[in-house]
């Protein structure tokens, strides 16, 4: 059974920054695509950042491009986001999301296989 645990959410500052982390079970890490999307009250889940493989490709949305940083540890099976200059307009639910097979630029929610169950991110002006 595929478990995706995201932690690190909380309150912060406007220029604040946060470390999200999405624990990865029941499934073969290295070889999953990750992601994150979030969520605001009231609008659709959007992308936010995809990483491949062995890291070494990334791609992210054009909000968050400078200031988030997706990464990865397969040895842990973890993904990570890292959120630094942080607005209020970055107040949302964040989730991790998995999906097998090689690597694209995958940035519609469908093309995921497995989420978890979201962290809280609440940025305060």
């Known amino acids: 059974q595929v478990q995706l645990v995201e932690s690190g959410g909380g309150l912060v500052q406007a220029g604040g920054s946060l470390r999200l982390s999405c624990a990865a079970s029941?499934?073969?890490?290295?070889?999953?695509?990750m992601g994150w999307f979030r969520q605001a009250p009231g609008k659709e889940r959007e992308f936010v950042a995809t990483i491949s493989w062995s890291g070494s490709s990334t791609s992210y949305a054009d909000s968050v491009k400078g200031r988030l940083t997706i990464s990865r540890d397969n040895a842990k099976n973890t993904v990570y986001l890292q959120m630094n200059s942080l607005k209020p307009e970055d107040t949302a639910i964040y989730y991790c999301?998995?999906?097998?097979?090689?690597?694209?630029?995958?940035?519609?929610?469908?093309?995921?296989?497995?989420w978890g169950q979201g962290t809280q991110v609440t940025v305060s002006s």
């Open positions: 999301a998995a999906r097998p097979g090689h690597y694209r630029n995958y940035v519609a929610r469908t093309a995921y296989d497995y």
């Open positions: 029941g499934l073969t890490f290295s070889r999953y695509v």
